[in-house]
């Protein structure tokens, strides 16, 4: 089964996106399992994992009703607050839809570098292995040694590292990114994200061949049984169309062997996530 293991999903409005930039502006609509159904289909894939796109729990919500409501939305990675003594009781109410597997927090837009290191924070990601919930690591490259140290205090808790911590892939930059990146996936609780790739690099100037030092490396690091593709859908229309954003991957991994493939375009995800997949009749 192949899964997109990270796109979004929301009803527009500027008030609650206001990350949403001006040069961003085909990201300002709404986008709905309608919208993506049609993407997954024209390449072939079976479903997706919906990752929050706000720090709300009423998103949250919001996505685990929608994930009832279509059977190709296999999981939701949402939003509590870690950082609220309250947080095991939010995550205590949520986990009673199957389909949560994981939370995030988006901690490159925060001001403290140092953020997911507080006490508060680590307590709460204490908890998710309680509950048998994945934590997205979201950052920048300037965060890789903090997630380290993350990690490295919870080796028994599931991480998956997104948009592989977004290289500066415009510039060509590869270090000390791609050091991070190494010292990160000895982990081997942590796995990672092959997304969010076309954002980093120039929108409508990239070529195939702009990413494959990037992808050299986290193949290298993490192997073909911790990565997992994900479109970033839609903010990766900023810069590409859905097929072609997948194609990247399928791209680089053409030569692989069938079980390499498989684990890449599906059974990673739903493995580390543990998706509850139905079989087909």
Request: glycine share 6%; charged share 25%; proline share 3%.
């Amino acid at each position: 089964m192949k899964i997109d293991s990270h796109q979004h999903f929301w009803k527009y409005n500027k008030s609650e996106y206001s990350w949403i930039s001006d040069q961003m502006g085909v990201l300002k609509k709404d986008f709905l399992p309608d919208d993506l159904i049609k993407e997954l289909n024209g390449i072939g894939f079976d479903g997706s994992v919906a990752v929050q796109a706000r720090q709300s729990l009423e998103e949250t919500s919001w996505l685990l009703e929608i994930a009832d409501q279509n059977d190709f939305i296999k999981g939701v990675v949402g939003w509590v607050d870690l950082c609220s003594d309250k947080a095991e009781e939010q995550i205590s109410e949520f986990v009673r839809n199957r389909k949560l597997v994981g939370v995030r927090h988006v901690i490159q837009d925060e001001p403290d570098d140092h953020f997911m290191l507080q006490k508060s924070f680590l307590r709460s990601i204490n908890l998710l292995k309680k509950y048998n919930l994945v934590y997205d690591i979201l950052i920048l490259p300037k965060h890789l040694t903090y997630a380290e140290k993350l990690v490295r205090q919870f080796q028994e808790q599931q991480f998956v590292l997104d948009h592989i911590a977004k290289p500066l892939i415009k510039e060509n930059k590869i270090s000390p990114w791609k050091e991070g990146i190494k010292r990160l996936s000895t982990y081997q609780n942590v796995s990672c994200k092959l997304s969010g790739m076309v954002t980093e690099a120039s929108w409508h100037g990239w070529k195939r061949e702009d990413f494959e030092p990037y992808l050299d490396v986290v193949f290298e690091a993490f192997g073909t049984s911790r990565l997992m593709i994900g479109s970033d859908w839609p903010v990766c229309t900023v810069s590409s169309g859905y097929s072609p954003t997948m194609k990247i991957v399928f791209d680089y991994i053409k030569t692989f062997n069938l079980e390499e493939k498989e684990m890449v375009l599906g059974g990673n995800a739903i493995r580390i996530y543990n998706l509850q997949i139905r079989d087909k009749k």
